[in-house]
């Protein structure tokens, strides 16, 4: 059984599956094989900084140190503000009652989408509570970790009337100047070349 998520909107709640959309599905993909003149596939590898050392694929590994260069398990590991002090760890969503925030449906149009999502329904009494509640013309703005984090992501809940999908990125916030372009002054030239002088020197 997928694991389900809880929304509340209004008042109202539904419980949700949440599905990400393979895009490779929808769009296909394109693998790429490299063989050698015998017709052996080939293994991808690197050469090392020394420009003599061949590396496979796999033989390489991320460590993290300390300032002694001992290594240090990922469990040991804290998350700190720089201020030092700890964040806020934020649920999983399937943890807790998401709020869902009715907004104008625009406002998916400032959302870096990153992952798309379709919910299912285990009941059909779910499904209709969503369905009735989620209009069409708007759109639900929600905060989602698909795990406890530090970080969430901005989200949506969009719907069609008949499929409910999940939008979730970065919401991006547009800055505007204000126009502090100073017109200039255009001199009347008439009245300037009055003014000037004659230098009779010159006939």
């Known amino acids: 059984m997928a694991r389900q998520a809880a929304f509340n909107i209004g008042g109202s709640i539904f419980r949700a599956g949440i599905n990400k959309i393979d895009r490779d599905k929808i769009y296909g993909y394109v693998e790429e094989h490299t063989y050698d003149i015998n017709g052996d596939e080939c293994s991808m590898g690197s050469v090392l900084n020394d420009g003599s050392t061949f590396v496979l694929s796999g033989a390489t590994a991320i460590k993290k140190v300390d300032e002694q260069l001992h290594e240090v398990e990922k469990s040991e590991i804290k998350t700190v503000k720089i201020d030092g002090s700890e964040p806020e760890l934020i649920p999983s969503v399937f943890d807790i009652e998401s709020q869902l925030k009715e907004d104008d449906l625009e406002k998916v149009l400032d959302l870096q989408v990153e992952l798309a999502y379709q919910l299912s329904f285990e009941n059909d009494a779910d499904r209709d509570i ?21 970080e969430a992501a901005d989200a949506y809940i969009i719907s069609n009337g008949k499929e409910i999908f999940a939008l979730t990125g970065t919401a991006l916030k547009f800055e505007f100047l204000d126009n502090k372009t100073i017109i200039p002054i255009e001199e009347n030239e008439e009245e300037s070349a009055e003014e000037e002088d004659i230098d009779f020197s010159m006939f």
Do not use: E, G, H, Q
Request: zero cysteines; charged letters at 30%.
């Open 130 to 150: 969503a369905l009735s509640k989620l209009k069409t013309d708007k759109a639900y703005s929600f905060v989602y970790n698909y795990r406890a984090d530090y």
